[in-house]
DNA sequence: TTTCAATTTAGAATAAGTATAAATCTATTT
DNA sequence: AAATAGATTTATACTTATTCTAAATTGAAA
């Protein structure tokens, strides 16, 4: 079944982490329905999440802190976290084919995708570290 | 300062983490203490399982589940996860210096290290799957 | 309209981990 | 040996992120 029912408050939560620059977490993504009066129900902002995450229409990312980010980029990418400000950046340059064929050959595993998340030092952080 | 100070319960933790074959969580640790004879305070598991993550002894995974696994090696490599039953693997091929430097020059980012977590499904899963 | 499934809501429940303050241990000084 | 002081452990309370539950609401179809 591919059908897809926006809801209000789907449509509302949708057009958040679409509009989002930052990859927001679920707390991020109630605030700003706040901001922009709305006021649902704390369950129903994750119930949508997890919805259109179902629908592939967002991801959910899972970086290493507390809580999930999402993301309404869907094609191929992985990320970069800033170990000073926290600051999530997109990863576009794709990891090589044939480092998940090894991968495959040494596990034995058939392999699916890989998630990864890069750290470091962001440009900003790095400058002001330099004074 | 590099100074160890391994207490009963310290040293009891890490070994339940050297000798696990299977890169265990907190409850995991707890149960296997449990299992020796030993009855620590829960606090005192987490406690110990960071203090021997500070000092490089063992290294914390987060591989997207819910709880941090454990695991003592602490030589570079990665893991991958069975989509099917959970069981989580080593991966050793590194990953090519060559890709992380196209990650720097991409993102401004001073970059320090990736953490992959690669999905698949294990052989067992997939004979099992077969018939 | 009536009906029924899907959805939302408010709030309780759960899971993993952290914080706190008192008790205990351990090494050093007297 | 006794006293002191710092580090550690313990029991328990707390926090945070998320899921669950049961009742209320919505909205499409009959
Ligand atoms: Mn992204
Ligand atoms: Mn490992
Ligand atoms: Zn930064
Ligand atoms: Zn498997």
Known sequence: ?????????????????????????AADVMNRLVERGHSFA?????????????KEMIRE?????TASRYDARTDDHQHIVCEVCGKVGEVMTPMPEEWLAKVAEETGYEVHEA????EGVCAECRSKRKR
């Open 1 to 25: 079944m591919k059908t897809i029912n926006l809801t209000t408050q789907r449509q509302a939560v949708y057009d958040v982490v679409r509009e989002a620059e930052d990859h927001p977490t």
């Open 61 to 65: 990312l899972k970086l290493g802190e």
């Open 115 to 118: 998630h990864i998340v890069v």
């Open 42 to 54: 704390y369950g129903t902002v994750y119930n949508s999440l997890r919805y259109l995450t179902d």
